[in-house]
């Protein structure tokens, strides 16, 4: 039985629309549920959420009409030992789930992205920052091979040309 009265459902419902889509917005998505202290205790098999994890990664995975035949409590699973069209779409469906919980555990796991103040400098700065990264790449010993034209003699012009302006 889903626990309806809450939004992990549809938190839920977000997150494995967004595993089967192979997306990469997971780590936008699992911070509600984070918020709600849903776990991987509460995502495995009797725990509080499952029902929910499991209704949202059929909904997910599943055609309308095999979701309809897939959430039918009133259809059995076996039929003489052999599974029936909803037993089928059920054994289907705990590969798709264990996918999802696992997507999900792992954007749990990730560090929260932090952006900082990106700092830019004047145009004055970049440039000597431009300039002291070429003074950089001519002095490794590879570099002759990269340019077409004497690396030893562009590293010294350029140092020159640093020292003045600087």
């Given at each position: 039985m889903?626990?309806?009265n809450t939004n992990a459902r549809a938190h839920l419902l977000s997150c494995a629309a967004e595993i089967k889509a192979h997306g990469g917005k997971m780590a936008k998505l699992v911070k509600p549920l984070l918020e709600m202290n849903i776990g991987k205790a509460e995502l495995i098999g009797g725990g509080a959420y499952y029902a929910d994890l499991l209704d949202a990664t059929a909904q997910a995975y599943l055609t309308p009409a095999q979701y309809k035949t897939f959430n039918d409590t009133a259809l059995a699973t076996r039929s003489k030992?052999?599974?029936t069209e909803r037993g089928e779409l059920k054994a289907a469906m705990s590969s798709k789930v264990a996918k999802v919980r696992a997507g999900i555990l792992a954007a749990m796991a990730l560090p929260a992205e932090k952006r900082g103040k990106v700092?830019?400098?004047?145009?004055?700065?970049?440039?000597?920052?431009?300039?002291?990264?070429?003074?950089?790449?001519?002095?490794?010993?590879?570099?002759?091979?990269?340019?077409?034209?004497?690396?030893?003699?562009?590293?010294?012009?350029?140092?020159?040309?640093l020292k003045q302006l600087r």
């Open positions: 889903t626990n309806s030992g052999a599974l700092e830019k400098g004047t145009p004055t700065e970049v440039f000597f920052k431009q300039i002291d990264g070429y003074v950089e790449r001519f002095t490794k010993p590879d570099a002759s091979d990269k340019f077409d034209f004497d690396t030893t003699f562009a590293r010294a012009a350029l140092v020159a040309l």
